[in-house]
């Protein structure tokens, strides 16, 4: 209607009919003398929001490689680049090494590899031959071992012939023996032996092996709190412990669990067993004997995984829940269903084996080598079984047991039949222990990867040696410096933007865009400013701060670095530095409540500001919400004068007709009474 509208006005404007005023430019002139201003009022708002927006999207990230850089700071293991090698690669290697470990120059002596315990079956004609006449029997396995406490024993060197006294002390008793010549080592023992005090002392005082210094064995077994010292007034001696004492809990043997549980035999219900993770469910059935029952659990999914076998008790009126392995039970075993309730009473009580193997009886009820390997490994007892053809022979079909690396390793392994894992012929190889050398000390390990033995090293033993062996650690800490340089750009870039967006009298891109937020611009700067250049919640001796590394901010607020001061202080107090920073800790979870060191309290502090509720995001948000209405202003404002320039069309269409109506009449009269006049003159 209002095209139509437009198009008559022009029509009659053309032709000279109306008013001759060109309402279609007017309406619109009139319109826009309203919408332009609001117009450009919003659509300034809008250009302020997407402004705004991409500037906090642009702190957000700088914020962000800010808050990385620091996450290259937060390990330990990652502040230096440490490089191990091992001066013969054929017995020792090196395949990790920490930033933490300490550099410097180690012996080792590898006396003896670990290795597990391998042994043997009988032969079989097949994997299906059976062993019990069709029948299922059980499997014993008993893993680990009872060890015992080693008495420390230390060596002191000693010169045979030499005029001196003699102090020996064990840290709280000291036995002197004024000077004297000796003519041997014996002499020495036997001078010290007969001192006063001797018997209040720790250890016993003996002649060495090799007749070139005296030995002291410990009367007691256990780790030795303070090392032994041996002084005088000749010369001096040099202590080594070649035996290292060790203490062990007293042992005590592990009991399975025995629970009796009731029931009734004849009744109709559904059975729901479990040992607190596994649940046996059995469907409603018809019941007249407890031993039906049993079966039905025995058959149920999940049976197998049961801590305990289901089995009914000698009067058949209840079950008997026996537990495969020995321990303590932390969660009691529960039977329940919709028929009679059960009690269950703890007849006997299981017991978790110290110091002493822990035995699990195995259930196999495929009697076959393939259902004892099954079994075992089904049991996850640690031993692994596999399933061999020797290839010679009729019966070449042997199960082979292979346990944990280590002298904690051994196993026993005792069923009926008898399937001959206990016979010598059948031992492949023993359970044992690494013995190594190290620094004077012999060390025992379980496994031939070490991990404890130099700090932040992981070191492989391939094979034995009848020598020192030596191992370089050297640390390269030329990373940290580029890390810390990275902090200082990186600051500077953050601080650079935020002055940029704040800046209304700039031509640089994006000038003045958080113009109108210069209140969290402050907020940021004081809060970043305050977290890098704060204490750590970890500060070790002289080393406190990124202050004390030469970090440090100029009267001008930017961030510079005093590489002279780094250096030092990397020389002298680099395990500070590294405390400092990281806690001495490496992949710490970011929810513990212990202190982390500085590089996690800043990483902290800056993922306040850019998380989902964190200032800028938040921030972020508003605008977005804000832009988002004055688009929807926008659209509406539209609308509206869209309406009232239709509106103004109308009424001046409405005008324009009744001009022309009122043109027409004009004509009208005007040739009447031009008429009439010619009537009066032509008489």
Not at 256 to 267: D, I, L, M, P
Request: overall charge negative; proline content about 2%.
């Amino acid at each position: 209607m209002t095209e139509v509208s437009n198009v008559a006005n022009t029509v009659l404007t053309t032709l000279d009919i109306g008013s001759g005023i060109d309402s279609a430019k007017l309406a619109r002139d009139l319109t826009d003398a309203v919408k332009i201003p609001q117009e450009n009022r919003i659509q300034r708002t809008i250009d302020a929001s997407e402004a705004a927006i991409s500037a906090y999207g642009l702190v957000k990230y700088q914020i962000d490689t800010f808050k990385a850089t620091f996450e290259k700071l937060n390990d330990a293991n990652e502040l230096a680049t440490s490089k191990g090698t091992s001066s013969d690669i054929t017995k020792m290697t090196v395949s990790s090494v920490g930033g933490t470990a300490t550099e410097g120059i180690y012996d080792l002596t590898i006396s003896q590899l670990a290795q597990n315990q391998r042994v043997l079956s009988d032969q079989y004609t097949s994997t299906t031959q059976s062993l019990n006449s069709g029948s299922a029997f059980n499997i014993s396995l008993a893993a680990g071992t009872t060890k015992s406490a080693v008495s420390a024993i230390y060596n002191a060197t000693a010169t045979p012939s030499e005029t001196t006294t003699l102090v020996v002390g064990d840290g709280t008793t000291t036995v002197s023996v004024a000077s004297a010549t000796y003519n041997s080592i014996a002499d020495q023992v036997t001078a010290i032996t007969n001192a006063t005090g001797y018997n209040s002392l720790l250890f016993t005082a003996h002649v060495n092996s090799a007749d070139n210094g005296i030995e002291f064995r410990y009367k007691s077994s256990g780790s030795v709190a303070s090392t032994p010292t041996f002084t005088g007034t000749g010369s001096s001696h040099t202590i080594s412990n070649p035996t290292v004492g060790v203490s062990v809990a007293s042992p005590v043997t592990g009991v399975a669990a025995k629970y009796n549980v009731s029931g009734a035999a004849t009744e109709t219900t559904d059975l729901v067993v479990s040992d607190g993770i596994t649940t046996v469910t059995i469907d409603s059935a018809d019941y007249t004997t407890i031993a039906q029952q049993v079966t039905a659990i025995q058959a149920g999914n999940g049976y197998d995984n049961l801590k305990f076998t289901v089995s009914a008790n000698s009067g058949d009126d209840g079950f008997v829940f026996q537990y495969k392995t020995t321990g303590a039970v932390t969660t009691a075993p529960t039977l329940t269903g919709s028929g009679s309730s059960h009690t269950a009473s703890n007849p006997i009580v299981g017991v978790t084996a110290v110091n002493a193997p822990t035995t699990t009886m195995i259930s196999v009820s495929t009697d076959t080598p393939a259902g004892v390997v099954s079994a075992i490994n089904h049991a996850n007892t640690g031993i692994k079984a596999t399933l061999i053809d020797t290839g010679t022979g009729s019966n070449s079909y042997r199960i082979m047991l292979s346990g944990q690396t280590g002298d904690n390793g051994v196993f026993t392994l005792t069923s009926s039949p008898d399937l001959g894992f206990h016979d010598a012929a059948n031992t492949l190889q023993s359970a044992q222990d690494a013995i190594v050398g190290y620094e004077g000390l012999s060390l025992r390990r379980g496994s031939n990867t070490l991990t404890d033995v130099v700090e932040g090293a992981t070191i492989n033993l391939m094979a034995t040696s009848a020598s020192n062996i030596t191992l370089s650690i050297v640390n390269d800490t030329s990373s940290l410096k580029t890390n810390i340089k990275e902090v200082v750009t990186n600051y500077n870039d953050l601080m650079l933007l935020l002055d940029n967006f704040t800046a209304v009298d700039s031509d640089t891109d994006m000038a003045g865009a958080l113009a109108d937020d210069t209140s969290m611009v402050r907020f940021l700067r004081d809060k970043i400013k305050t977290a890098v250049l704060g204490e750590s919640s970890t500060p070790t001796g002289d080393v406190t701060a990124l202050r004390n590394v030469g970090v440090s901010i100029n009267q001008y607020g930017t961030m510079t670095f005093t590489e002279a001061t780094y250096d030092s202080a990397v020389i002298s107090d680099y395990s500070d530095i590294v405390t400092m920073l990281t806690a001495d800790t490496s992949n710490e979870s970011l929810f513990t409540t212990s202190s982390k060191g500085l590089a996690q309290d800043i990483i902290t502090a800056l993922g306040a500001f850019t998380g989902t509720q964190g200032t800028v995001t938040l921030r972020e948000s508003v605008a977005k919400t804000g832009l988002s209405e004055n688009k929807d202003e926008l659209e509406k404002l539209e609308a509206r004068m869209d309406t009232v320039y239709k509106r103004y069309l109308k009424q001046f269409g409405a005008m324009e007709t009744l001009m022309a109506t009122l043109d027409s009449t004009k004509n009208y009269l005007t040739s009447q009474l031009e008429s009439l006049s010619k009537v009066y003159d032509d008489k």
